[in-house]
C-alpha cells in the first residue's frame, strides 16, 4: 500500500492501482481500474465523500497507491472511506468523517452535524498536528524554505499514510479519533499565537475595491504552516465591513508567490460565492498571458488558488481586478 502527494503526473507508478481523491493530478490518464474522485469542479460536492460511493469490491489485483495533490483531513478522510468495510460504516461512523471533512475544508459543520463540531475541530487540529514530527524523522531540513520538491512530497505522503491510517483505526475501534486525547489542545494556542503575529507584523493587508474591501494575508518567509483560521480569526472584528473573498500570499516551492483564494467562514455573503463560474477560467487566462507555460487556476466553489507547478505571474492587484470585474 502506498500513499503519495504530488501533482507531478510523472511520479505516479504504472505499476500500481491508482486510486486518486480529492485533487487531479495535471496530465494524468486514469488506466482501466484506476478509480478517481475530485469533488475541486463546478457543481462538485461540498466534501470529498459524498461523492464516493460507499465501499464496495474496488479493488484489481495490482498493489494500491493513494493519491491526492495536497493532504488535508478531507484527503485522508476520502482515503479511509474508501478502504473501510461496508459493515463498520455505521450512521455513527459516517457523521464522524463527514464533520471531519466539513472542520477540514469549511472551518465549520452544516446544522445536522452541529452536534459534531467540537469534535470535528479537535480532529482536524490533532491531524494537522501528528505531522510535526515527520519532518525530523525523515530527516528533512529544518528551514522549510530549504526543502526541495522531494523533501515535500515526502512529508506530505507520510502525512497522508498517517492521517488516513489513524481514521481506519478509529473506524474500526482500534484506536481513538485524533483529539479524543487532547492531543491537540494546545494547537488552539498556536493558532491564537499566529492571529497576533499576523496582526502584529502587519501580514492583514485589508485592499479596497469598487466592492468593499478584501482581506490579504501575507504568510511569506514565516517558518511554519499558519492554520487560515488564524487569519480568519484575526480578522474576526472587522468581517462584517469585508467582502467575503479572502486571498493568502505564500511562498511556491520553486519560489516566487503562489495564491489560495478562499473565503470568510460564516460571512453572510458566503454562500453566494462561486468561483467555479468564471472566476477561476478567468485568473487562468490572466496568468497564462504573462506566462503561456503555466498551468491553471482550480478549485472548487469557495476555495481554491493558483497553478501548483508553476509560481504565479499575477500581482495581489492582478488578482483582485478580476474579483471585482
Not at 480532529?123 to 528533512?140: N, Q, R
Not at 489542545?185 to 502584529?200: F, G, I, K, T
Not at 507584523?201 to 478584501?214: D, L, P, S, W
Not at 470568510?264 to 455573503?269: D, F, G, V
Request: charged residues 20%.
Amino acid at each position: 500500500m502506498r500513499y503519495l502527494v504530488t501533482t507531478n503526473v510523472d511520479r505516479l507508478p504504472p505499476d500500481h492501482q491508482i486510486i486518486m481523491v480529492d485533487g487531479t493530478v495535471p496530465g494524468w490518464n486514469p488506466k482501466p481500474g484506476d478509480l478517481h474522485w475530485d469533488h475541486h469542479r463546478p457543481g462538485g460536492a461540498d466534501i470529498q465523500i459524498d461523492e464516493i460511493p460507499l465501499p464496495t469490491s474496488l479493488f484489481s489485483t495490482l498493489p494500491l497507491c493513494f493519491v491526492t495533490t495536497m493532504v488535508d483531513a478531507d484527503a485522508c478522510c476520502a482515503a479511509a472511506w474508501v478502504q473501510l468495510p461496508r459493515k463498520v460504516l455505521t450512521s455513527e461512523t459516517i457523521a464522524r468523517l463527514k464533520a471531519i471533512a466539513w472542520d477540514c475544508d469549511h472551518l465549520m459543520v452544516p446544522p445536522e452535524l452541529a452536534s459534531y463540531a467540537e469534535f470535528a475541530a479537535k480532529a482536524d487540529a490533532a491531524l494537522k498536528k501528528s505531522s510535526e514530527g515527520i519532518a525530523a524523522e525523515l530527516g528533512l531540513p529544518h528551514e522549510r524554505k530549504e526543502w526541495t520538491e522531494a523533501h515535500w512530497e515526502a512529508y506530505s505522503s507520510e502525512a497522508f499514510r498517517r492521517g488516513t491510517e489513524w481514521l481506519i483505526a478509529a473506524a474500526q475501534g482500534d484506536r481513538p479519533y485524533p483529539g479524543e486525547r487532547g492531543e491537540a489542545d494546545d494547537y488552539w494556542q498556536q493558532v491564537e499565537a499566529d492571529a497576533r503575529m499576523l496582526a502584529n507584523e502587519h501580514r492583514i493587508q485589508m485592499i479596497k475595491t469598487n466592492q468593499g474591501a478584501i482581506a490579504v494575508c501575507d504568510v511569506r518567509g514565516i517558518g511554519h504552516s499558519v492554520d487560515p483560521r488564524s487569519f480568519y480569526h484575526a480578522i474576526q472584528p472587522h468581517a462584517h465591513t469585508l467582502r467575503p473573498e479572502a486571498i493568502t500570499i505564500r511562498d511556491h516551492r520553486l519560489g516566487g508567490n503562489q495564491y489560495t483564494l478562499g473565503s470568510i467562514p460564516l460571512h453572510p455573503k458566503q454562500r453566494l460565492l462561486d468561483y467555479t463560474q468564471g472566476i477561476f477560467e478567468r485568473l487562468t487566462q490572466a496568468e497564462q498571458a504573462r506566462n503561456p507555460t503555466s498551468g491553471s487556476w482550480g478549485g472548487r466553489r469557495t476555495v481554491g488558488g493558483s497553478p501548483w507547478n508553476t509560481p504565479s505571474s499575477l500581482s495581489i492587484e492582478d488578482v483582485i481586478a478580476v474579483l471585482d470585474l
